[in-house]
């Protein structure tokens, strides 16, 4: 099996097409793509992706980590083998998997102290999953840490009906937009309003006061059709994301199709996603490709937040594009689902099986959902349901479990008040139906998109409505996905009909049932992060810093 699992990956590097070339047009090697059967290694390595230099947690040893593809209806075999041994570091890790729905398989979502045990160090685990009526733009990152463990994940549909819009739809055209930090995270957890140093295009960038490093260059060929699958892969700051002169259609949202929809701007929110068709039509010229995240100061100077988009035959230089105003940007209630479209249960705000409202207040830096604090508990919540130990209404912890009743069509409202606005809520386990977006006045229950990240807003006279359908019994994370709200509390547990959950799952597998006692054995030392040293670091950049807490 290890040896089909190398040869499949081998298979699919030779035929990867190149992401990015360096802003003087090196050609990089081809970029590591993987396919559906595969292994992956999380370790430690130095490098300078904006040209100042940290020791990172990385996959493969690569930022962002490599493309990992599939065709609709294959399954997954994905080993992550935990070679991490920075001490500045988090030692443990796990791995999530970004939209894919892990119908049966909740024990795969790669979801720290909900699904699983984190996977400590010098050990591995097999995700097996399938997704076999998924198709689109995923990803994959840790929920345990944020130091670079984050890359694309891609299901090609060879059916798609919007197939006919683009020429070309391959590892070239995945547009990762991250942030980046010049500080470890565990330092940076301590820190209330903690801020990116950093935005990265496929993996480049600038920051404020660096060298002129290298920038991606995205590279196209006059009159083709590009379907450009964005991702937004930032710990943080949501992108306002355009190219100069050019406009682009949107037809996909999260991994869900959408009416193809122009726009010349758009705001894509950390760990949202989207598809959109650009068509190379315009005078052979390098173009700015620009991401602006939302932090102080950000700007474009000297190439910061910026990528190159180069047409075949154009020089190799920077481009001399202005920047315009957007006349046309994307507003998500444009977006319809192109498949299926409308809310499931009877039309009508407040008339689902189940209605629930969320209040979220930041308080000194801590988030209460509903005036709770999410604290992870010891004992997985996909752990205690299948241990039986405890009825559904005592799941842990106390006020952070919702539990849902099987088959029923949910409907949450939720809204926040305090700062850290705009937070996107993702679901795992599902999409949903935006019935209602954030500082929108109207529902719509007829057509509207349907994705798995959406922005609640920023003020407490914003309400972001969602539905969808409880058929995947489980536990599942409902969470802000900046993650420094969700380290500072702001989440709760959905846990669906848990009296099915047994039933519900495929085989847990032996090695699941070994990472909580591997983990719990591990001494602080072996699971890293600073320990307290990482709270005096922190105290020297800033005096807002959380309460000393203990280590996760």
Not at 275 to 284: E, G, I, T, Y
Not at 320 to 340: G, Y
Not at 453 to 458: D, E, H, I, N, Y
Request: charge should be negative; glycine fraction near 8%.
């Amino acid at each position: 099996m290890l040896i089909l699992i190398l040869l499949v990956s081998l298979i699919s590097s030779i035929n990867a097409a190149s992401i990015a070339s360096r802003s003087q047009s090196y050609p990089l090697s081809q970029p590591a793509v993987l396919g559906p059967k595969t292994r992956i290694t999380i370790g430690n390595k130095v490098i300078a992706p904006d040209g100042f230099a940290r020791s990172a947690t990385l996959v493969d040893g690569i930022f962002p980590g490599p493309l990992i593809t599939a065709q609709k209806g294959d399954d997954f075999a994905i080993e992550v083998v935990n070679e991490l041994k920075d001490e500045t570091m988090f030692k443990s890790t796990s791995v999530h998997w970004h939209g894919i729905f892990q119908n049966g398989t909740n024990y795969a979502d790669g979801t720290s102290f909900v699904t699983q045990c984190p996977i400590a160090q010098n050990h591995s685990f097999l995700h097996s999953f399938s997704a076999p009526n998924q198709a689109g733009t995923y990803w994959y990152h840790s929920h345990y840490s944020c130091d670079g463990l984050r890359g694309p994940l891609v299901i090609y549909d060879p059916d798609d009906p919007l197939a006919y819009m683009y020429d070309v739809d391959d590892a070239s055209t995945v547009i990762t937009l991250s942030d980046w930090y010049h500080v470890v995270a565990p330092v940076l957890r301590h820190i209330i309003g903690t801020t990116a140093n950093s935005s990265l295009i496929n993996g480049l960038g600038r920051y404020a006061g660096g060298p002129m490093s290298d920038l991606a260059v995205i590279n196209v060929v006059p009159g083709k059709r590009y379907r450009m699958r964005l991702v937004a892969m930032s710990c943080d700051p949501s992108f306002h994301f355009s190219i100069d002169g050019h406009n682009l259609t949107v037809i996909e949202a999260d991994g869900q199709l959408t009416e193809p929809l122009v726009v010349d701007e758009l705001r894509i929110f950390a760990g949202q996603r989207y598809s959109v068709v650009l068509v190379a039509d315009k005078p052979v010229d390098n173009y700015w490709m620009r991401s602006l995240p939302n932090l102080t100061k950000a700007s474009y100077e000297g190439g910061m937040n910026s990528a190159i988009l180069r047409y075949q035959g154009a020089p190799i230089a920077d481009p001399t594009t202005v920047f315009t105003a957007s006349k046309n940007q994307l507003n998500e209630t444009d977006l319809h689902a192109l498949i299926n479209p409308g809310a499931p249960g009877i039309p009508g705000y407040g008339k689902a099986d189940i209605n629930l409202n969320l209040s979220v207040k930041n308080t000194n830096g801590s988030f209460y959902v509903n005036n709770v604090t999410f604290q992870s508990p010891t004992i997985p919540v996909l752990l205690q349901i299948l241990s039986g130990a405890r009825e559904p209404s005592e799941l842990l912890p106390e006020g952070n479990v919702i539990v849902l009743e099987a088959n029923k069509v949910v409907e949450l409202t939720l809204t926040t008040s305090g700062p850290g606005g705009p937070h996107p809520i993702h679901l795992h386990g599902h999409s949903f139906d935006v019935v209602q977006s954030a500082g929108s006045k109207t529902f719509n229950y007829v057509n509207p998109v349907r994705r798995d990240v959406v922005s609640a807003g920023s003020t407490p006279d914003q309400q972001m409505v969602i539905r969808w359908t409880t058929d995947n019994s489980g536990p599942w994370f409902l969470h802000c996905h900046i993650d420094w709200h969700l380290d500072a509390g702001f989440a709760v547990v959905m846990a669906e009909s848990p009296s099915d959950t047994r039933a519900h799952l495929n085989l847990v597998p032996e090695d699941w049932h070994q990472l909580c006692p591997t983990f719990d054995s591990l001494s602080p030392s072996q699971l890293g992060g600073g320990g307290r040293e990482s709270y005096e670091e922190a105290s020297k950049i800033s005096p807002l810093l959380f309460p000393p807490s203990p280590l996760p």
